[in-house]
């Protein structure tokens, strides 16, 4: 059993963690094996997201109140809201409730976000396009050149 002490260190470090969070995503890591939690936890160091396990009557504590029975960890992100939503949706963690600049949103929308195109994905083919297009109006210009030296 942890003193008073210790739980008010938890509830004031859960607090200072949540405070400026882009996205908070509370989740199911039930059923998971150690290796899968630790690969977990691998993918959202290098996402630069902060993942914390809590009891829920100090979540509760914290401003955050959840009616759901299975244990919950927390993935706490300053400046991400897609990332979050992909790792937990990519690992067989079940999304519990979702935070997105303090208010709380709906699942489908956390849902939404991890079928997402990452940032990674999406400059490769937005260079692409720009690529073409100015391709395209080069070969204008060239052609509109040509008529006017005639």
Same mark, same amino acid.
């Given at each position: 059993m942890i003193t008073r002490e210790k739980k008010d260190s938890v509830i004031k470090d859960i607090k200072a963690r949540l405070k400026g969070a882009k996205l908070v995503i509370l989740a199911d890591f039930t059923g998971l094996k150690n290796s899968q939690l630790d690969e977990l936890r691998r993918d959202f160091r290098e996402s630069n997201i902060e993942y914390k396990v809590a009891k829920k009557t100090l979540l509760k504590l914290s401003g955050i109140e959840t009616q759901y029975p299975g244990s919950i960890g927390l993935a706490i992100s300053r400046d991400d809201e897609i990332t979050p939503s992909k790792i937990i949706y990519n690992s067989k963690m079940k999304m519990i409730a979702g935070i997105l600049d303090g208010n709380p949103i709906d699942l489908t #929308?956390? @849902? =939404? *976000? %991890? +079928? #997402? %195109? =990452? +940032?990674? @994905? #999406? #400059?490769? +083919? *937005? %260079?692409y396009i720009l690529k073409g297009n100015i391709n395209k109006l080069i070969l204008i210009l060239k052609q509109h050149g040509e008529k006017g030296e005639k």
């Open positions: #929308l956390l @849902e =939404t *976000f %991890a +079928k #997402l %195109a =990452t +940032k990674d @994905e #999406l #400059l490769p +083919k *937005f %260079a």
